[in-house]
């Protein structure tokens, strides 16, 4: 089948998808590009021809027809078929919008109905809690006014559970370095300074140089062990306003706020499917980056080889 009948059956198909009229527009271009150079070619050479005498010329006009014809047509079927597809890719992107769209209609009544059926009650348990939070807290404080003799004062509800430290500091990773360092300095040099450091004979002292010139100068320095400790600092509470203190609002307007402590407050979460995974589990999710790697060097006298950075 030539790329004429291809077209054509491509044409007459009752519901071609886009992909498929963008390959016939494509294997269009292409007939029409390669007919158009080879009817050029022939033309050149038609003088040729003439000069070949009236049987040869007449042969030639016929094929430089033919090819005109193919130009032609190929012509025809790619602008049908780039129409075809401009049509049919509209319409597959309206369905998709279509379809998009009925998909967040559904979602949304769905949830919706969700959010009428079940935040009254979860608000309620919450008002609860608090309620017995803010009575704790009124008793600890009045305990605290007059507590009896030797006893430390209590500390507020929040304060015992949010404020505390909540994940020590981890190492990860040690090991014994030698890194070249100024004398009575607890600390190795920076990175940067290690590389520009000019070692004696000896290779375990030599000079950090202050320029680059010829009698520019430097300090002494020796290459001293270190421990190397790789780790993530200590998290401490959640400190900052206290759950008592944020409001709980109603969904309708004319329905009153299960809590409203004077001051409206709205958390905005900016991952909210971590979060709420983490409620879910009840165990504290930390991301690599909620806790930064650094590092520490600690001087040491340890015996034995040590690596070098």
Do not use: C
């Not at 609860?128 to 008793?139: E, F, G, I, K, N």
């Not at 401490?236 to 409206?264: K, N």
């Amino acid at each position: 089948m030539n790329i004429f009948d291809r077209s054509r059956s491509l044409l007459k198909k009752k519901s071609p998808t886009a992909a498929e009229l963008a390959e016939g527009v494509a294997a269009a271009r292409e007939a029409y590009e390669t007919a158009k150079v080879k009817a050029g070619r022939e033309r050149l050479l038609h003088p040729k021809h003439l000069l070949a005498g009236a049987f040869e010329a007449t042969k030639h006009k016929q094929l430089l027809a033919e090819l005109d014809s193919d130009v032609q047509d190929a012509t025809v079927f790619l602008a049908a078929l780039e129409e075809r597809h401009a049509e049919v890719a509209a319409a597959e992107a309206e369905a998709a919008r279509l379809a998009r769209y009925d998909e967040a209609a559904k979602l949304a009544a769905e949830v919706g109905e969700e959010l009428a059926t079940k935040y009254p009650e979860l608000a309620a348990g919450l008002v609860q809690l608090l309620h017995r939070v803010t009575y704790s807290d009124d008793a600890i404080s009045a305990a605290n006014e007059d507590r009896p003799a030797g006893r430390e004062r209590l500390r507020r509800v929040e304060e015992m559970v949010r404020d505390g430290p909540d994940l020590p500091r981890k190492n990860i990773r040690e090991r014994v370095v030698a890194l070249w360092a100024f004398e009575r300095s607890q600390q190795p040099l920076s990175e940067d300074q290690q590389a520009k450091v000019i070692a004696h004979g000896d290779r375990h002292t030599g000079f950090l140089p202050h320029g680059s010139g010829a009698f520019a100068g430097g300090s002494p320095v020796a290459k001293r062990r270190f421990r190397r400790i790789e780790y993530v600092e200590r998290v401490d509470g959640l400190r900052g306003a206290r759950l008592a203190d944020m409001a709980i609002p109603s969904l309708r307007a004319r329905d009153p706020d299960f809590w409203t402590p004077g001051e409206f407050y709205n958390p905005k979460l900016a991952d909210t499917q971590r979060r709420l995974n983490v409620i879910q589990s009840g165990e504290r999710v930390w991301r690599p980056e909620d806790r930064k790697v650094k590092v520490e060097y600690v001087p040491t006298e340890e015996p034995g080889d040590a690596e070098t950075d």
